[in-house]
């Protein structure tokens, strides 16, 4: 079985975020980059069916500078085969560009699973994993929080609003994963070793043309800041006439 | 040549060939399976050590009862090996005497120190005996400890004082006034056999000496097989020891991980150890007195020090044979013996395929470990068991990723963010805001410079309760116009934790980053009030090229107040105050009086009260190693434990000067429903400040 895992450098969420002077991005100095949370889980995944199946090859794929290939060798470290980086100047917001250039580069790579995150940590657009479904014209299933292979089959687990709901496919298929199933493996040194000499190609990311562009960047209204009332019981009263009139929640 | 001189001369011959055959193939399976381990350097410190805790006992002694009756035989041991060099060569050369190379005045003083000291001696083994088979101390139990080995070895002992003393006996009584008051002993049991005949007493003699003689020989031949191989090698292994003295006390191993051809890092079996640790493992006499003093196993916990040196020594004995081609000899069964072993399956397969890690020693134990160093300053013949401890941990980690779930989000918070918690690092200066507190850059911009730079540490930067400690601290440095700053933003996690935790490659990220900080600013002093940062930056930071002056705020306050810098309020109130030594100070630093100095400096009505466990005994709060960021479920917890001892010493305020103890000390209060504050000690200053 071969399994492609595409991931996405993006950057720490636990900072604060400044927009940059040109106004339609933030401002990258200081951030911290890692991969992308739902990313990571969907290369344990893959690397889940490899340790039970020793003729599994795990392939990673990431568009982006050269600043991705840090990103690619922590996949490496945890135990992925080999890397791919799809080199760019800078990664779009078009999500459809991004779809073209990663199914171009799947397409004859004789993949029975494509796995994604269910969406990235920075711009949230979720379907980047979709339309590469769409563009390679195989069956795609989102969202997933339970995954068993055998064979040529999957059967999976999507959470969706209000209950569950459990789905078969063929392979090969494109999956998006979903948190809850499974927790990133850490990678440990003896791996981080062997990531440096593990293989990985850079080619040019055949993006075409652009349609969305981001045209402008805000950061939230501040919170206004809280307010103590009062101590014990005596403050009840205040707070539920300021919850009625002012908050207007009750 | 007469028959018996014959025989003597074949039995020592064949003796020593036995004993020197098995002595050689002791330390050839220490060289052969153990790493390298240079311990050639600091020969002062480590003769130091060698008189001290080895000839003087120090260490022993600091359990008063066992330990005196204990230096006794040894130092009975060293007078009597003399005079066991004039038994066996009169023996090899009859007629022999000391008297012969001596003068008479030292003649005399070394027959009366054989006599007391045989005396001395025999009256200690048998309260020793006493305490083996009717006391049963708790100390000396468990883990598989081979008592029966330990009551062999002290009858042994006794029946050669006793051979010693009636050899001395049947020689007087035979030759009546060839005694002298310098045998007194001898002397007195002989007028008891002066009723006896001639053949009685020759008779009598020659047992006592053949019995005497004989049983030296199997006594050193026993030990080869028997945990008291500690008689032959606790003196080397005190000299050879790290810990105590040589190098920089409880800092962990340097470890290259850009090491050409290293495939392993850290330890998961014997052969991965240095042969320091494998003659430790020799040393260790199971007296139990490390697993006593540990807070995992005293708290219930699965963990015990000493098993750790009884399964490496185990498994050093399963795998060498195999290893340096013995197969098949004469085992050592005593040595291989205890809890924790792959029961029974001894074919050479099984040995070659079990490893320390796992078929002896458990993730679980290792775990449990707080790094807390009260095993190591325990034990009597120096042996470091929290060594292994920290190589089997960095085993885990750096070759399989194998550790509780719990301690990966501070691992990748560290790496992210710098800190074990996923706080903002931009905030890190936050709890300085209004307080005028400049970072380094701001200073070194204005074209100053500190005289010393406060390194705020993770807690004091995020952790609520350690901010105010944090606040408190500046605030009596700038009662005293000290010029410091701080790096705000550009600190990082020290990382101790992940070095403790056994991630030896996160660690030297966090360290090297830091490094490269302080050196751009070109940092000397800093101090700080956290004793992990204090430790790690002033301790083990030279290993990666960092070299400061690190002071721990205790000393440094302490300082100020004895320089009459910091205008304080009066007398303040009449207290009691219980201070909880931090392990990381304490018995890795040794800095005890500082903190007390500072509160009685501080509070001069106060009246210091010490918990039953203190200073270099005193108990870890738990959060040490690593611990703070895992479950604790299995047993009772160990804040818990130290918090019950802090408060039954009826104090009115506890003191700490760790911000980990103060977490962990803060939480036992409340959890025993207690209203007794607990402050830093900086705290204590900053509230007397004028
Ligand atoms: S360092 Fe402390 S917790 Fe660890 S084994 Fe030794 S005594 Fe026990
Ligand atoms: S390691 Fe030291 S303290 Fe512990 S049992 Fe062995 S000799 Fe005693």
């Known amino acids: 079985m071969k399994i492609a895992v595409c991931i996405k450098r993006v950057p720490d969420m636990d900072v604060r975020f400044k927009i940059a002077a040109i106004g339609n991005a933030v401002d990258e100095a200081g951030l911290k980059f890692d991969m992308n949370d739902f990313d990571s889980w969907a290369v344990e995944a893959a690397l889940q069916i490899k340790d039970r199946d020793a003729a599994t090859e795990v392939v990673i794929v990431s568009l982006g500078t050269d600043a991705v290939q840090e990103t690619i060798r922590k996949a490496l470290a945890m135990g992925a085969d080999r890397g791919v980086e799809l080199k760019t100047d800078h990664i779009p917001f078009d999500g459809l560009a991004i779809a073209r250039a990663l199914a171009a580069e799947l397409k004859d790579g004789g993949y029975d699973l494509v796995l994604f995150g269910k969406q990235s940590a920075d711009s949230s657009n979720g379907v980047v994993g979709a339309m590469v479904g769409e563009l390679l014209g195989l069956p795609l299933v989102t969202a997933i929080s339970k995954l068993e292979i055998s064979g040529q089959k999957g059967s999976a687990k999507r959470e969706i609003e209000g209950g569950q709901e459990f789905v078969e496919f063929p392979l090969p298929a494109v999956l998006t994963i979903d948190q809850g199933l499974n927790i990133a493996r850490y990678p440990a040194l003896k791996g981080i070793m062997a990531a440096k000499k593990k293989p990985l190609e850079v080619k040019p990311a055949q993006l075409g043309a652009q349609t969305v562009t981001v045209t402008q960047m805000e950061l939230p209204p501040e919170r206004a800041p809280g307010r103590i009332i009062g101590e014990g019981v005596a403050a009840v009263p205040e707070l539920v006439r300021l919850l009625q009139t002012e908050a207007k929640v009750l | 040549m007469t028959i018996g001189r014959g025989v003597f001369i074949f039995v020592v011959v064949v003796t020593l060939a036995f004993f020197s055959y098995n002595a050689q193939r002791l330390v050839r399976y220490m060289r052969t399976v153990g790493r390298p381990d240079d311990r050639s350097d600091n020969p002062v410190t480590r003769i130091r050590n060698l008189i001290l805790i080895g000839f003087g006992q120090t260490k022993i002694l600091r359990d008063p009862v066992a330990g005196s009756l204990h230096a006794l035989v040894f130092w009975g041991f060293v007078v009597l090996t003399i005079g066991t060099g004039e038994i066996i060569i009169s023996g090899l050369f009859p007629g022999f005497s000391y008297a012969m190379i001596l003068p008479g005045p030292i003649y005399a003083l070394y027959t009366l120190s054989q006599e007391l000291f045989a005396l001395l001696v025999l009256a200690a083994v048998t309260v020793l005996l006493y305490r083996r088979i009717v006391v049963k101390p708790a100390r000396l139990q468990g883990d598989k400890v081979h008592s029966g080995d330990a009551i062999l070895i002290l009858s042994m002992i006794g029946a050669l004082m006793v051979s010693l003393l009636s050899l001395g006996a049947f020689e007087f009584a035979l030759h009546p ?98 042969w320091k640790n494998l003659l430790d493992s020799y040393s260790c006499t199971e007296c139990g007195r490390c697993t006593a003093a540990c807070p995992a196993h005293i708290t219930g916990k699965l963990l015990s020090p000493r098993k750790i040196m009884i399964n490496t020594r185990q498994r050093l004995m399963e795998l060498a044979p195999l ?64 060594d292994i401890i920290n190589e089997l941990r960095r085993s885990l980690v750096l070759m399989e990723s194998r550790f509780p779930p719990e301690i990966q989000p501070a691992f990748e918070s560290m790496e992210r963010n710098g800190s074990p918690w996923a706080f903002n690092p931009g905030d890190r200066g936050k709890w300085a805001e209004g307080m005028d507190i400049p970072t380094m850059a701001e200073m070194i911009e204005r074209g100053e410079r500190p005289e010393v730079l406060f390194w705020v540490g993770c807690m004091g930067s995020f952790d609520d309760r350690a901010k105010k400690i944090a606040v408190a601290f500046a605030r009596v440095l700038q009662a005293a116009h000290v010029r410091f700053a701080i790096l705000g933003q550009e600190e990082k996690c020290n990382g101790d934790p992940a070095r403790r935790m056994g991630n030896e490659y996160l660690y030297q990220m966090l360290a090297r980053d830091n490094i490269e900080t302080l050196d751009r600013y070109g940092v000397e002093t800093i101090v700080t009030n956290c004793p992990h940062c204090f430790h790690q930056i002033g301790n083990e930071y030279p290993q990666l090229g960092g070299n400061y002056e690190v002071i721990h ?138």
Not at chain 2, 222 to 240: C, E, G, I, M, R
Not at chain 2, 333 to 347: I, K, R, V, W
Not at chain 2, 353 to 362: A, E, K, M, S
Request: charged residues 20%; contains cysteine.
């Open chain 2, 177 to 274: 006034g060839s005694g002298t008051i310098f045998q007194p002993i001898s002397l007195a049991l002989s007028h008891a056999l002066t009723g006896l005949p001639t053949w009685g007493l020759e008779a009598g003699r020659a047992t006592s000496w053949w019995f005497h003689a004989l049983l030296i020989l199997i006594f050193l031949n026993y030990l080869p097989y028997s945990k008291h191989l500690h008689v032959l090698t606790s003196l080397p292994n005190t000299y050879l020891s790290n810990t105590s003295g040589p190098g920089v006390k409880g800092a962990m191993s340097y470890m290259d991980l850009e090491a050409e051809g290293v495939e392993h890092f850290g330890a998961s079996d014997v052969t991965q150890l240095g």
């Open chain 2, 323 to 386: 290893a340096t081609g013995d197969f098949g000899e004469f085992e050592h069964p005593q040595l291989s013996a205890g809890e924790g072993g792959d029961a029974g399956d001894a074919t050479a397969t099984a040995a070659l395929q079990n490893t320390l890690l796992d078929n002896y020693i458990t993730e679980e134990e290792l775990w449990a470990c707080t790094s807390c160093r009260a095993c190591v300053q325990e034990c009597p013949v120096s042996i470091d068991q929290l």
């Open chain 2, 553 to 690: 705020h205790s000393t440094y306050i302490e300082k100020l107040l004895e320089e009459n810098r910091l205008p304080l309020n009066g007398e303040g109130k009449q207290l009691t105050v219980a201070y909880h030594d931090s392990c990381y100070l304490g018995r890795y630093n040794d800095v005890y009086e500082a903190p007390r100095e500072t509160l009685r400096r501080s509070l001069p009505m106060m009246t210091l009260v010490e918990p039953p466990r203190t200073r270099s005994k005193a108990l870890c709060c738990g959060a040490g190693g690593g611990r703070m960021w895992m479950e604790e479920t299995v047993g009772k917890r160990i804040n818990a434990e130290r918090t019950e001892e802090l408060l039954a010493t009826g104090a009115d305020v506890l003191a700490v000067a760790c911000p980990f103890c103060m977490t962990m000390i803060g939480d036992g209060v409340k959890g025993q429903d207690s209203d007794v504050p607990v402050y830093d000690i900086s705290e204590v200053v900053a509230q007397q400040l004028l």
